[in-house]
């Protein structure tokens, strides 16, 4: 069934660099129908008075729904979120690994229950669409079960979901800690590359969803399991990798004292044959050149967790460093580390992020550095197109371009009295975006639209 829109529409360049990349058609028409498999992708998209003919010619008997105090853009994707930890959103701790042993260990052995696991997965999915968020690379706990339930929930919503088992056969408390099998003929290790790879077999490919390799973190991975891992990285080229590193100062010390070969964290997921093109690891805070090399060479992808990283005192992601680097990032919530599921929150925390690590350098010793003030579109970029290229789906989401699948959202900008007065006096595209940027929370998302499969 093909749909119309005309509003004003929001689309990215992706040959563009990201701080110029933006495009609003003020009187914009957006086209969605079925292409060959059926699923609705964007068919036309532009300027309404460059393309009304040519619509009309084709699509005579189609009604256009005319929104013209609304701006058309693209769903929101999210390239690092835990799931299991939505209900732990918020809680008080000194840093990372206390926030983990206090609060998310003790939640994720609930979701061994597979009613718990339904239930969780089941808000967890609407909390993301009602923040217009269309894809998200999740995690989701040890346990199988936790798996299944997320899928299914995502399925259900026809949502572009991507997630696995979290792997994690040492270091960790009973009941999220990896378990051998229950006739005794594989131990933990083996048992939990089994798991995930039946999980993989099943998921992966079905619908619009997507598997990944999950080692939970080095320290809790044993040279067997991330060797294992590693192993079936190789053989399934297009599963995607993600894990967490470089985020804090004691994780960092605590996992170089448990792979003494390795250079550094980073160099510890290389040597395991787990650093390529769709793997995606989140924070990357204390890296060096040469670990950013590294992501570079090997197109693997930093997921970037501003609210989380300043929530828990990790630090602050290094964007002139990564950009001088050429290595890709986007942004990510972190949630439950992270502070709200709501994209503007997390892009206006990236933009504190570029402009404190500017006054850190100062008092680091060594020269000052120049200012790196993220522009709005940049900001929208990293939560949209480039994060869609992050996770190696250009084209495909994150943007309305023709061919593009047609996850987009609908915003009101005049969701609030402020940002009805603040929107109405923008004067660029950029005042525009940073005014949402700014003042915008779930209010301003007014309808989030996912890419439907048509009945054949």
């Not at 993301?128 to 299944?148: E, I, K, P, Q, Y």
């Not at 800690?177 to 290790?189: C, K, M, V, Y």
Request: proline share 4%; with cysteine; hydrophobic share 40%.
């Amino acid at each position: 069934m093909t749909q119309a829109y005309r509003a004003r529409i929001l689309s990215f360049d992706a040959q563009a660099t990201p701080s110029n990349s933006a495009r609003l058609d003020q009187d914009g028409l957006l086209v969605i129908g079925a292409n060959e498999q059926g699923r609705q992708v964007v068919q036309m998209v532009g300027d309404y008075n460059l393309l009304a003919d040519e619509f009309k010619s084709r699509h005579a008997d189609v009604t256009v729904q005319h929104l013209p105090d609304r701006i058309i853009a693209p769903g929101f994707v999210d390239t690092h979120v835990h799931y299991p930890q939505t209900d732990v959103i918020g809680s008080p701790a000194e840093g990372l690994l206390p926030w983990l042993e206090s609060y998310t260990f003790p939640e994720e052995k609930r979701f061994v229950d597979v009613e718990y696991a339904a239930q969780s997965a089941s808000f967890f999915i609407a909390e993301l669409l009602r923040n217009g968020v269309t894809t998200a690379l999740t995690f989701a706990t040890s346990h199988v079960a936790s798996v299944d339930a997320l899928f299914t929930e995502a399925q259900k919503n026809s949502m572009r979901l991507i997630t696995g088992k979290c792997m994690q056969d040492r270091n960790s408390p009973d009941g999220v800690r990896d378990q051998p099998s229950s006739n005794g003929l594989h131990d933990a290790t083996e048992q939990s590359l089994i798991d995930t790879e039946l999980l993989m077999h099943k998921w992966h490919g079905v619908d619009r969803l997507g598997y990944a390799f999950t080692p939970r973190f080095a320290p809790s991975c044993s040279d067997a399991q991330l060797r294992g891992l590693g192993e079936l990285a190789a053989k399934y080229p297009d599963v995607w990798i993600q894990s967490h590193v470089a985020e804090n100062v004691e994780e960092i010390t605590w996992a170089l004292s448990l792979f003494p070969q390795a250079r550094s964290y980073l160099q510890i997921y290389d040597d395991f044959g787990l650093m390529r093109q769709r793997a995606v690891y989140a924070h990357c805070i204390h890296l060096d050149a040469t670990d950013r090399a590294l992501m570079q060479s090997t197109g693997a992808a930093a997921a970037v967790c501003p609210t989380s990283n300043l929530f828990l005192g990790s630090g602050y992601f290094d964007y002139r460093a990564a950009d001088d680097a050429g290595m890709a990032y986007a942004l990510a919530s972190d949630v439950g580390g992270g502070t709200s599921f709501s994209p503007f929150h997390t892009m206006l925390a990236a933009y504190y992020v570029g402009r404190a690590t500017v006054k850190t350098a100062l008092f680091q010793g060594g020269q000052p550095k120049l200012g790196m003030s993220l522009s709005p579109q940049n900001l929208w970029w990293q939560h949209t197109t480039g994060a869609a290229k992050a996770l190696g789906l250009e084209g495909v989401i994150g943007n309305l371009a023709v061919g593009c699948e047609a996850d987009f959202i609908i915003l009101n900008p005049q969701a609030t009295p402020l940002l009805e007065r603040r929107t109405a006096r923008a004067e660029s595209l950029d005042e525009l975006l940073f005014a949402m940027i700014v003042l915008g929370d779930d209010r301003l998302i007014e309808k989030t639209v996912i890419s439907q499969q048509l009945a054949s």
